[in-house]
């Protein structure tokens, strides 16, 4: 393997590519998931257990998993097909209803009776996170939601540039529903992108897609062995490439950035740009979008790697779900310099 520099495009060409995401024509396919935050002040512990009392102060909503791939799109100027399987209760009405609100498609969701819509609640104290819970069920979509999604994507996916597989491990993907999109890939839209936001114990489902974008603990897990430094990093990088016989592996590490392998050999590690880091609630969404973005308007692999960077720091320093708009990170660019 040979180190590769980012050199190939100046800060005016990849905010010239931001420009065309609206032209981007993407659908993301995944789990969805409603977003809870709970944000109140913390002055006291209960006398009943050691555990501090939280002042609510207000509540909010947002869209999250897959959903939230599709906002993180359409702050950057794309407008995205949501495909995915919410519960019939009213949670998944109120997403259904959100999605409306926004201008989106929601004929890409299937209703599922006797399945709860997956709720991550987050209570936030004094802007730290300091218990989640979460209402969901993990078991596989039915049979007749796997052949809705099929039967959306035989009639929309023709004329789509990149397919978007957002897996949270909530039952969306599986088995018949990869092998159904792999062969309508193959027969309609051969040229189609497809990336992965992936989910450990998934990854059989994911050989042959452009990108795969797991943290550097998922793909420690997938390798066997933990990522501690730049050689067992390098070493999950490779054996990745070859295990999913894939285009390229995004691994990403947090503070320490993120790290591009691609199959004829470059390896790219692209530090990161976040001044703070408050919460990294999304940022793997954020990753996934703008990548996905720009190799749908054809940047090449190190280019779109980058803006997903920029993006992702810009994220991360917000607290709650939350998404990097085109003209932030077109600023960013600008004010940091690319080192493309």
Same mark, same amino acid.
């Given at each position: 393997?040979?180190?590769?520099?980012?050199?190939?495009?100046?800060?005016?060409?990849?905010?010239?590519?931001?420009?065309?995401?609206?032209?981007?024509?993407?659908?993301?396919?995944?789990?969805?998931?409603?977003?809870?935050?709970?944000?109140?002040?913390?002055?006291?512990?209960?006398?009943?257990?050691?555990?501090?009392?939280?002042?609510?102060?207000?509540?909010?909503?947002?869209?999250?998993?897959?959903?939230?791939?599709?906002?993180?799109?359409?702050?950057?100027?794309?407008?995205?097909?949501?495909?995915?399987?919410?519960?019939?209760?009213?949670?998944?009405?109120?997403?259904?209803?959100?999605?409306?609100?926004?201008?989106?498609?929601?004929?890409?969701?299937?209703?599922?009776?006797?399945?709860?819509?997956?709720?991550?609640?987050?209570?936030?104290?004094?802007?730290?996170?300091?218990?989640?819970?979460?209402?969901?069920?993990?078991?596989?979509?039915?049979?007749?939601?796997?052949?809705?999604?099929?039967?959306?994507?035989?009639?929309?996916? =023709?004329?789509?540039?990149?397919? #978007? +597989? @957002?897996?949270?491990?909530? $039952?969306?993907?599986? *088995?018949?529903?990869? &092998?159904?999109?792999?062969?309508?890939?193959?027969?309609?839209?051969?040229?189609?992108?497809?990336?992965?936001?992936?989910?450990?114990?998934?990854?059989?489902?994911?050989?042959?897609?452009?990108?795969?974008?797991?943290?550097?603990?998922?793909?420690?897990?997938?390798?066997?062995?933990?990522?501690?430094?730049?050689?067992?990093?390098?070493?999950?990088?490779?054996?990745?490439?070859?295990?999913?016989?894939?285009?390229?592996?995004?691994?990403?590490?947090?503070?320490?950035?993120?790290?591009?392998?691609?199959?004829?050999?470059?390896?790219?590690?692209?530090?990161?740009?976040?001044?703070?880091?408050?919460?990294? =609630?999304?940022?793997?969404?954020? #990753? +996934? @979008?703008?990548?996905?973005? $720009?190799?749908?308007? *054809?940047?090449?692999? &190190?280019?779109?790697?980058?803006?997903?960077?920029?993006?992702?720091?810009?994220?991360?320093?917000?607290?709650?779900?939350?998404?990097?708009?085109?003209?932030?990170?077109?600023?960013?660019?600008?004010?940091?310099?690319?080192?493309?």
């Amino acid at each position: 393997m040979h180190i590769s520099t980012l050199k190939n495009d100046s800060n005016d060409r990849l905010t010239q590519a931001i420009d065309r995401f609206p032209k981007a024509r993407i659908a993301v396919l995944g789990d969805i998931i409603m977003d809870e935050f709970i944000w109140g002040d913390v002055s006291r512990i209960s006398p009943e257990a050691p555990v501090p009392v939280l002042d609510v102060e207000r509540e909010t909503r947002l869209l999250g998993g897959a959903a939230n791939v599709v906002c993180n799109m359409g702050a950057l100027g794309a407008d995205a097909i949501l495909c995915g399987v919410v519960g019939d209760d009213p949670m998944g009405r109120e997403i259904v209803a959100e999605l409306t609100r926004m201008g989106l498609r929601s004929d890409g969701l299937a209703m599922e009776k006797g399945r709860p819509t997956s709720i991550k609640t987050r209570v936030v104290a004094q802007n730290q996170q300091i218990v989640r819970y979460d209402r969901e069920s993990r078991a596989n979509i039915r049979g007749e939601s796997v052949q809705k999604m099929l039967d959306f994507a035989t009639a929309t996916f =023709t004329e789509i540039d990149a397919l #978007v +597989i @957002s897996d949270y491990g909530k $039952g969306m993907i599986s *088995g018949p529903l990869m &092998k159904g999109l792999r062969s309508l890939i193959e027969t309609n839209n051969p040229e189609m992108i497809v990336t992965v936001d992936p989910k450990t114990g998934n990854f059989e489902h994911y050989t042959g897609v452009d990108v795969i974008t797991p943290n550097h603990h998922e793909a420690g897990q997938f390798c066997g062995f933990k990522i501690v430094d730049k050689v067992t990093l390098d070493k999950a990088g490779c054996k990745m490439l070859g295990a999913l016989n894939c285009r390229s592996v995004l691994i990403t590490q947090g503070k320490d950035g993120m790290t591009l392998f691609e199959r004829e050999g470059a390896v790219t590690h692209i530090p990161t740009v976040a001044k703070k880091v408050f919460d990294v =609630t999304g940022a793997g969404d954020t #990753v +996934i @979008s703008a990548i996905s973005l $720009g190799l749908a308007v *054809g940047m090449d692999l &190190k280019a779109a790697a980058y803006v997903a960077n920029v993006a992702a720091g810009i994220v991360v320093g917000e607290v709650g779900t939350s998404a990097a708009t085109a003209e932030v990170v077109k600023k960013a660019i600008q004010i940091q310099g690319t080192q493309l």
